[in-house]
């Protein structure tokens, strides 16, 4: 039988704590197995003696990064017909697991699937070690109504629904209207193996024929959700636009909201009230309006993205003022080839700082701890401390300094993953 595996010791310039938010000086971290044993300075440690130490000079450690609200697609383009309907479905499945495999060598230790099949498919490789990947939180199909967001409005109803269509498409969701079907769709989205359940209350910038301000489910309906979710012991996250389908959700017991470009006083008051937190997802629009026509994304959805992005950035910076805390997700649901997206996820990080207003550590804890909410996991994961899953990654440089490095592969010099190291080009002393 083999023995317990040695204690690993990894030290570095500075730890970023992002309970007590400061950073602690020529640090180490303690881990034994997949959890964290120990945090602190160099010389306030019990190192063991047989452990093996990792020394990272003129480095950040920081807890795994997580992208709270991403899709795994497979997409190359933004043409919907040709990537979800023309593609083989094994190609998508491929090109997914190279994004998987770009996030995570860029510290990106876990990720929300806020809608992808492929995501709820590729779950188990990840989690059997088969595939190099940030651990996957899934939604699998999203629930709509007809003529919702997630209704694709140019397809059939038929090709549109998981349940009807004979195709494989990353981005099959459930329809439902009513209460009882809607209760229905959330069974099925469980019996699929979702890990949380995505809705729709608001139309969107990516759904042809509606508008992100359109209101979407009844408030009925997304109760009728909440619930199923509840009695199976998880959660709903919601894609909210509009002011009032933001009310909507969070009225019915939502506490993730996504995107939020229109959010209202009163939205803002209620998921004060309701400890809510929000994922505005600032870089897939600028990732949109910068690609423009190269993106191969209807005009009409570009036109949408150019008009919201303005008041998306107002309305959330109004919200941070009012102290509703946020989590960052990238919303990338494709990858342009040339351009940075998967594994660039961390220019949310810096969306949130510049676009935003927020401090450095404040929005690394949005792409930490607050992100571990959103994943329904920071009982688990998402920061530092004696107990935790070791999930932590080491930048090259000081990140409060210059947080620009936490965008890329490249200065990503370690990547521990529930105590596995998946990357590492600090120096290993063994004692
Ligand atoms: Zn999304």
Known sequence: MAGKPKPLVICGHQIIDVVKDFPILKGCVIVSEDRIVDVGTKGSLDIPKDAKVIECTNSTIL??????????????????????????????VARAIKDLEAMINSGYTTIVDAGSVISLQLKQAQREGIINAPRIVASGYPISQTFGHGDIHFLPPDLVDARTTKLLNPFSSLLCDGEDECRKAARYALRAG??????????????????????????????AIVEEARRANTFVHAHAEGAEG????????????AHAIYIDD???????????????????INML?????????????????????????????????????????????????????????????????NDIGLETIEAIRAATLNAAFVAGLDDYIGSLEPG???????????????PEILIGPDNISLVLQRGHIVKNQCKLQEQ
């Open 63 to 92: 807890p795994g990064l997580i992208d709270a609200h991403v899709h795994v697609t497979g997409f190359r383009s933004g043409d919907y017909i040709k990537e979800s309907l023309l593609t083989p479905y094994a190609t998508l």
């Open 194 to 223: 979702a890990d949380f359940i995505k809705i729709f209350t608001t139309g969107g910038v990516a759904s042809q024929r509606d508008r992100p301000e359109f209101s979407q489910l009844t408030k009925k309906e997304i109760r």
């Open 246 to 257: 933001i009310v909507n959700a969070i009225s019915a017991g939502v506490k993730r909201i």
């Open 266 to 284: 009163d939205g803002i008051r209620l998921a004060k009230e309701n400890k809510v937190m929000l994922i505005p997802t600032l870089s897939v």
């Open 289 to 353: 309006l910068k690609a423009g026509e190269e993106s191969k994304l209807p005009k009409w959805a570009l036109e949408k993205a150019e008009e919201v992005k303005r008041i998306h950035v107002e309305n959330i910076r109004r919200a941070h003022r009012f102290k509703i805390p946020l989590a960052t997700g990238s919303d990338f649901f494709f990858q342009l080839p040339g351009a940075k997206v998967y594994g660039y996820n961390a220019v949310e990080i810096l969306a949130l700082i």
């Open 388 to 402: 935790k899953i070791a999930d932590l990654i080491v930048v090259n440089g000081d990140v409060l300094d210059n």
